[in-house]
């Protein structure tokens, strides 16, 4: 029998982890197009803000290990990370591999019909602007679609700065655990999804949650049979690095 509680979600089941999984230096356009050609229609990717308020693509906060680049990305200028090479990390073949901007990644996902999941990843003491930053480009971004972003967080802060700024736009919680008042949480929040670690998700989590007319969402899904087990609790979303390994039209 149909959950009438769970809020619409138009997007697929499968979810490149950061654009490429394990195939491609993460976080970058060449990344995307490793994902596209497996067949993914929607990607993971983690956004942050520059010195400048520029929303760009980088899972750290500091540039030492997906670049040439050194220090931290809040305390440089767009015109400065844009120079950094962050590809050649990965494998040659990826070398002068820039970082991308949010424009540049939601051009792309609108070009090609891509279905986009922004983790708002905030340095310390900026959770609530950097949130707040990132709905509102992609608010200006997808301004014109019927399907926007999911916006998710482990940062409380970031999340309810995406609300104030794009409060439409759907939000995931992510957890790294489920203890405390996670589902109140979510809900005060007025979240679409809990994205939490696979192996926490339990017939009951899972039911708590849909109950509430929330999605429930996985990272990061490497093993087949963990993913055979999520799908048969009746899960929402898979974010997995193993691109050539699973399906996504399955």
Not at 122 to 148: C, D, N
Not at 186 to 203: F, G, K, N, R
Request: glycine share 8%; proline share 6%; charged share 20%.
């Amino acid at each position: 029998m149909a959950n009438n509680r769970l809020k619409p979600w138009p997007y697929p089941r499968w979810i490149a982890h950061r654009g490429g999984g394990s195939l491609a230096p993460e976080n970058t356009l060449a990344a995307f197009g490793k994902g596209a050609e497996h067949g993914y229609q929607m990607f993971e990717c983690d956004a942050q803000i520059s010195a400048d308020d520029v929303v760009f693509l980088m899972h750290d906060a500091a540039l030492q290990r997906t670049t040439n680049g050194h220090g931290i990305g809040l305390e440089q200028s767009w015109q400065q990370l844009s120079q950094w090479d962050a590809g050649s990390w990965y494998s040659p073949e990826f070398k002068d591999e820039r970082l991308p901007s949010l424009v540049n990644i939601g051009d792309y996902c609108l070009r090609n019909g891509y279905f986009l999941n922004i983790e708002i990843k905030p340095s310390p003491s900026v959770e609530f602007k950097t949130g707040e930053l990132v709905a509102r480009e992609a608010l200006q971004i997808w301004r014109q679609e019927s399907v926007p972003p999911l916006l998710t967080s482990f940062q409380t802060e970031a999340l309810k700065g995406a609300r104030q700024a794009a409060p439409h736009f759907p939000r995931g919680l992510l957890l790294s655990q489920l203890s405390g008042p996670w589902l109140a949480t979510a809900i005060e929040l007025d979240c679409s999804a809990v994205v939490c670690q696979y192996s926490l998700w339990t017939p009951e989590g899972v039911s708590a949650v849909h109950e509430a007319g929330m999605r429930c969402l996985s990272y990061t899904v490497n093993d087949e049979r963990a993913a055979q087990h999520l799908i048969n609790l009746g899960t929402d979303g898979i974010i997995t690095d193993k691109l050539d390994f699973f399906n996504p039209a399955a």
